[in-house]
């Protein structure tokens, strides 16, 4: 078949147009970078104190989420414009929508609507990695590459796998299988609670891993208690028993020392004006221990007599 000039022009100029759309379609790293950046949990209140969170999820080339405010929360959609995330907020049936404006800076963003401008803080949070569950929803996250999680949601004896990521208190991806995908966020509310959102379906989950975290710290501060406690115990019973073991010495008068022999030279009289207490018997070593908190001894033994003691001691 002969091709004439004219259909081999708008061939070629067919394939350039499809390889310039198919350049320009690439998403810009930078921009991609930024809308991961962006997304996370905000907080903050207005000039009336009333309280505002901002929960922004990007999506590819689009935001969503959740503007809270004193309690009433509305969605919000937008896509990245110079830096800044704009679109409407609306109620969830799509009523009364009206523009927003998100602009950010460092870890905090300004949230515009109309005449309102509040400065939010994004909310720091413990990584999302663990097992998450409450009900019939049981979720396992682990750690992926970069800020990526992977893992998979048991719900209703189904399971599904999960890609998500994260950023200060938000966690946010995809649930899906069989073909079918669905959009989560997951919500630290503290550090043994989050909030799963999927559609119009919410539950507060609890962190499994951090509970079992926290329980083991309680078990070993427990632990730690008793044998201080025991320690205590021992040290107040080997305390007793040196004070039971004393003798009273009373005040008084008598001759030390002796004239026969020069290591005892020379003999004089001693007077005690005050009484004090002398131990029966010798030292043991654990009744050095509970009180200096050491043990010089060479022979070791808890009821053996301390030795090595130095003239400091």
């Given at each position: 078949?002969?091709?004439?000039?004219?259909?081999?022009?708008?061939?070629?100029?067919?394939?350039?147009?499809?390889?310039?759309?198919?350049?320009?379609?690439?998403?810009?790293?930078?921009?991609?970078?930024?809308?991961?950046?962006?997304?996370?949990?905000?907080?903050?209140?207005?000039?009336?104190?009333?309280?505002?969170?901002?929960?922004?999820?990007e999506r590819g080339e689009h935001f969503d989420?959740?503007?809270?405010?004193?309690?009433?929360?509305?969605?919000?959609?937008?896509?990245?414009?110079?830096?800044?995330?704009?679109?409407?907020?609306?109620?969830?049936?799509?009523?009364?929508?009206?523009?927003?404006?998100?602009?950010?800076?460092?870890?905090?963003?300004?949230?515009?609507?109309?005449?309102?401008?509040?400065?939010?803080?994004?909310?720091?949070?413990?990584?999302?990695?663990?097992?998450?569950?409450?009900?019939?929803?049981?979720?396992?996250?682990?750690?992926?590459?970069?800020?990526?999680?992977?893992?998979?949601?048991?719900?209703?004896?189904?399971?599904?796998?999960?890609?998500?990521?994260?950023?200060?208190?938000?966690?946010?991806?995809?649930?899906?299988?069989?073909?079918?995908?669905?959009?989560?966020?997951?919500?630290?509310?503290?550090?043994?609670?989050?909030?799963?959102?999927?559609?119009?379906?919410?539950?507060?989950?609890?962190?499994?891993?951090?509970?079992?975290?926290?329980?083991?710290?309680?078990?070993?501060?427990?632990?730690?208690?008793?044998?201080?406690?025991r320690k205590q115990a021992e040290e107040k019973?080997?305390?007793?028993?040196?004070?039971?073991?004393?003798?009273?010495?009373?005040?008084?008068?008598?001759?030390?020392?002796?004239?026969?022999?020069?290591?005892?030279?020379?003999?004089?009289?001693?007077?005690?004006?005050?009484?004090?207490?002398?131990?029966?018997?010798?030292?043991?070593?654990?009744?050095?221990?509970?009180?200096?908190?050491?043990?010089?001894?060479?022979?070791?033994?808890?009821?053996?007599?301390?030795?090595?003691?130095?003239?400091?001691?």
């Amino acid at each position: 078949m002969m091709v004439t000039t004219r259909q081999y022009l708008a061939g070629f100029a067919m394939a350039v147009l499809v390889l310039v759309s198919a350049v320009i379609a690439q998403d810009n790293p930078f921009e991609a970078a930024a809308r991961v950046a962006y997304s996370g949990v905000y907080e903050g209140k207005d000039a009336d104190g009333k309280s505002y969170v901002l929960v922004l999820c990007e999506r590819g080339e689009h935001f969503d989420g959740t503007i809270t405010r004193d309690g009433n929360r509305l969605l919000v959609e937008g896509t990245l414009e110079h830096g800044a995330v704009v679109g409407e907020m609306k109620e969830h049936n799509g009523a009364n929508p009206s523009v927003i404006k998100v602009t950010f800076k460092g870890n905090g963003a300004i949230f515009i609507a109309g005449i309102v401008k509040v400065n939010l803080t994004r909310r720091d949070a413990p990584p999302f990695k663990g097992i998450f569950e409450a009900g019939e929803v049981k979720l396992h996250l682990e750690s992926g590459v970069g800020d990526a999680l992977n893992g998979g949601l048991k719900f209703n004896n189904k399971m599904y796998e999960v890609k998500a990521r994260t950023n200060g208190a938000l966690c946010w991806g995809s649930f899906g299988g069989g073909g079918k995908t669905w959009p989560f966020t997951l919500v630290r509310e503290s550090s043994l609670e989050v909030r799963f959102s999927t559609g119009s379906f919410s539950q507060s989950l609890t962190d499994a891993s951090a509970l079992e975290r926290k329980r083991a710290e309680e078990r070993k501060q427990a632990e730690e208690k008793a044998a201080l406690e025991r320690k205590q115990a021992e040290e107040k019973r080997l305390l007793t028993s040196i004070l039971e073991s004393m003798v009273r010495i009373p005040t008084g008068s008598f001759k030390m020392g002796s004239e026969r022999y020069d290591e005892e030279k020379p003999e004089r009289w001693v007077t005690i004006s005050q009484p004090y207490y002398l131990g029966k018997y010798e030292v043991t070593q654990a009744q050095w221990e509970a009180v200096m908190g050491s043990n010089p001894s060479h022979f070791k033994g808890a009821n053996l007599p301390v030795e090595c003691v130095s003239w400091e001691d």
